[in-house]
């Protein structure tokens, strides 16, 4: 049986198995097995979001926030080699990032020296509007700095919002007719679009997280 999309369990490379053939994503999977460093969870997560943003994005530097392993920065590279590089930024880098670099840009030697990890506070990472800004269940707060700092910059962004944090969230009112987080996430892409960006919301399948809302913006000019 496939290991479920969901599953904090760490991939090891027992388990490249389950991902046969020649896609781009099997590859990338078996890689990630090899490394023995991620849930898989992270692996479909980044995948799925990956690839929804290529859909509408392409190109720039890719701006990878609270990027824990990085995944999410290779994935959007693979998925369009167009982006000449990519930063990660997080606070503290995983000693196991390391082993999922070497595995992946082993993998695809293209990609080696294209990807940086800037260990600091998100908001210290400088943004131009050629930059593709992507993050992956920033918790709480953090997911509004990053569309902040994107709305300041005029650059792309997506994010998949998780943590959501009610006590100080600005819901707009709307908790008489939804939930309080999807309140918050209601309210983050009308900021967006009354900061004339052009946005677009979706989902990744909620057998990989329950927190699956995404949201994606780029400025109309």
């Known amino acids: 049986m496939a290991p479920h999309p969901g599953s904090r369990a760490r991939l090891t490379a027992r388990q490249a198995a389950f991902f046969p053939g020649d896609s781009l994503f099997a590859k990338l999977a078996r890689a990630v097995c090899a490394a023995e460093c991620l849930p898989r969870k992270e692996l479909f997560e980044a995948w799925e979001v990956a690839r929804r943003v290529r859909r509408r994005m392409r190109g720039g530097r890719v701006v990878d926030l609270a990027a824990g392993h990085g995944l999410l920065a290779y994935a959007m590279l693979l998925l369009d080699d167009s982006s000449p590089r990519a930063v990660c930024v997080d606070s503290r880098k995983p000693e196991s990032a390391e082993r999922l670099r070497i595995g992946l840009e082993s993998a695809w030697p293209r990609l080696a020296g294209r990807v940086r990890y800037e260990q600091m506070d998100i908001g210290g990472i400088g943004l ?62 009308t900021r967006l679009a009354e900061a004339e960006y052009r946005v677009w919301t979706g989902r990744i399948p909620e057998a990989i997280t329950p927190k699956n809302r995404l949201l994606t913006g780029e400025p109309r000019h």
């Open 128 to 189: 131009t509007s050629e930059d593709v800004v992507v993050s992956v269940h920033a918790c709480g707060r953090l997911t509004d700095v990053a569309l902040d700092m994107a709305v300041d910059a005029q650059a792309r962004v997506a994010v998949l919002p998780c943590c959501h944090d009610l006590a100080d969230a600005d819901t707009g009112g709307l908790e008489g007719w939804m939930d309080g987080p999807l309140a918050m996430d209601v309210v983050r892409a």
